[in-house]
């Protein structure tokens, strides 16, 4: 069973040709007319929501990714939109905020479902694991253990919740979507059990909270986007089975009601961003520049995972290429595009929260 957490991370998964600047503004200025009434609605912003002056960014709060440094280890930073002010979170390999941007939820370590840090004060605490089937113990064999995990990467809307995929290699029958308590980790109810098919991420809520996004297989094994109401019910695909999907990215759902997710334009293409309504109408690939090209081409940049800012104006992204990954904005608007990592980063997986900027001093180098 995959979970929450990105299945898989390689270069692989992105990469397409980069267009000249000439070419790239042209048809950036082509398609602004068409995409900004649909993307760029007139008031959806938050009352977190301030103008950054200088950049031209909604900040919105901060941008949670992870970095990789040069020993291969993964950590948690948050980091303003414009790329300044960049602080160490956690180690880990994926990174949530609370609806609230009090606190982000860190994949720290294997076998902790979750590591909870408050952003003002450092604090962290991990959640326990609610059931012993879903932890290796000292009878359980390494197939049962390559089998075994529980992770809670996703907030419920409220903050109060955590949604977690559950998978056990010692009872399958337990494998499935559960939610549980944030303060403590109690309280874990099912939501949905996954046989016959068990090989679920998991996206974020609706903002209405009503309906959460999953990216899984359908009967046929082929990856769609899906739709389940909040108690685990009516499943439904919004993405068609023609669609290559990217299978470590489970969606973002905007505060205009539009579902963001990864799809190769093509088979020997790299993963682009689209876009498409809850109903499945409406389905779009974004005009970000250069993302979706040629894999065959050394020179071709992919897209394979963002998320919206809270206001629903831009989107941060992965920019995958040949020679790393690295973090950058896109303004649905103007098509402009902004590098957030520093020079010479390696980061990825960045989710967009509605945090005040951070008090606490610099951890970062």
């Not at 907030?155 to 949604?163: M, S």
Request: charged content about 20%; glycine content about 10%; proline content about 9%.
């Amino acid at each position: 069973m995959n979970h929450s957490h990105p299945r898989v991370r390689t270069a692989g998964t992105s990469a397409p040709r980069r267009r000249t600047a000439t070419k790239a503004k042209r048809t950036a200025t082509l398609l602004v007319a068409a995409f900004a009434g649909l993307f760029y609605p007139a008031a959806v912003g938050p009352a977190h929501a301030r103008n950054h002056g200088s950049g031209g960014h909604s900040i919105n709060g901060r941008i949670v990714l992870i970095r990789e440094d040069d020993q291969g280890n993964d950590s948690a930073y948050t980091i303003a939109p414009d790329g300044a002010g960049e602080h160490l979170v956690s180690p880990g390999d994926w990174a949530h905020w609370s609806p609230n941007g009090r606190e982000i939820g860190v994949h720290s370590a294997d076998g902790v479902p979750v590591t909870i840090v408050t952003v003002a004060t450092g604090a962290a605490r991990d959640l326990p694991t609610p059931d012993p089937d879903f932890v290796c113990g000292p009878t359980t064999t390494e197939e049962q253990c390559a089998q075994t995990d529980f992770s809670c990467p996703i907030w419920t809307p409220n903050g109060r919740r955590l949604t977690c995929t559950g998978s056990s290699g010692v009872n399958p029958s337990k494998d499935g979507i559960y939610t549980l308590r944030a303060s403590d980790g109690g309280d874990n109810r099912l939501l949905r059990r996954c046989p016959p098919v068990c090989d679920e991420v998991l996206g974020e809520y609706s903002p209405s909270g009503r309906r959460l996004l999953l990216n899984m297989p359908d009967a046929d094994g082929v990856l769609r986007i899906y739709t389940i109401k909040s108690d685990g019910s009516d499943l439904t695909a919004i993405t068609p089975p023609s669609m290559l999907i990217n299978e470590d990215y489970g969606g973002s759902w905007s505060r205009s009601n539009r579902i963001l997710f990864a799809a190769r334009p093509a088979p020997d293409h790299r993963f682009a961003l689209w876009s498409v309504k809850p109903d499945g109408s409406d389905l779009r690939q974004l005009p970000v520049p250069d993302c979706g090209g040629a894999l065959d081409d050394p020179d071709s940049v992919g897209c394979p995972n963002g998320d919206w800012s809270p206001d629903g104006r831009e989107i941060v992204f992965s920019r995958v290429t040949a020679t790393g990954e690295a973090v950058y904005t896109v303004n649905l608007h103007t098509l402009a595009v902004a590098r957030v990592s520093p020079n010479g980063a390696f980061e990825f997986f960045p989710y967009w929260g509605v945090a005040s900027p951070h008090r606490g001093r610099s951890l970062a180098n």
